[in-house]
């Protein structure tokens, strides 16, 4: 049996006032392009992934997040065919700044209820009954 390579990714759930998500399309070019997730990324050596996320909502979002703001919640593990994913969710309520795509991307503000509705990987899709659950529909 051959172990794919691990993956660590981290993701955020983005939840503003009126208790919507944000959600990022995929840029063309991008492996997966087209589909919607959570704000977030690959963890860099040395980095924990409290940092990375702060680090790429400022590069992808060019919002600030203070570290105590970030809530973990569940996680995702997915196997895809050439490597397995592990990517924790965190909540995120509150950070400086408005959220505006820096790389090309297209964002969406949507109600947990309605987050099915986009098509998304399939390591995303999983962790939407913990947001409802957490943010209602």
Not at 6 to 15: E, G, N, Q, R, S
């Amino acid at each position: 049996m051959t172990i794919a390579r691990l993956l660590l990714v981290v993701a955020v759930a983005l939840v503003d006032a009126d208790g919507r998500v944000l959600l990022a399309q995929r840029p063309e070019g991008k492996q997966l392009a087209g589909l919607w997730e959570f704000p977030g990324g690959k963890v860099e050596p040395g980095e924990r992934p409290e940092e990375t996320l702060i680090r790429e909502l400022r590069e992808e979002l060019g919002i600030t997040v203070a570290e105590p703001c970030l809530a973990p919640l569940t996680f995702a593990s997915h196997a895809y065919p050439d490597f397995h994913l592990l990517m924790p969710l965190y909540v995120c309520r509150r950070w400086d700044g408005q959220p505006c795509p820096l790389e090309a991307q297209a964002l969406a503000w949507v109600r947990p209820g309605a987050l099915r509705e986009r098509p998304m990987p399939p390591a995303d899709a999983p962790l939407i009954p913990f947001l409802i659950d957490l943010l209602g529909p």
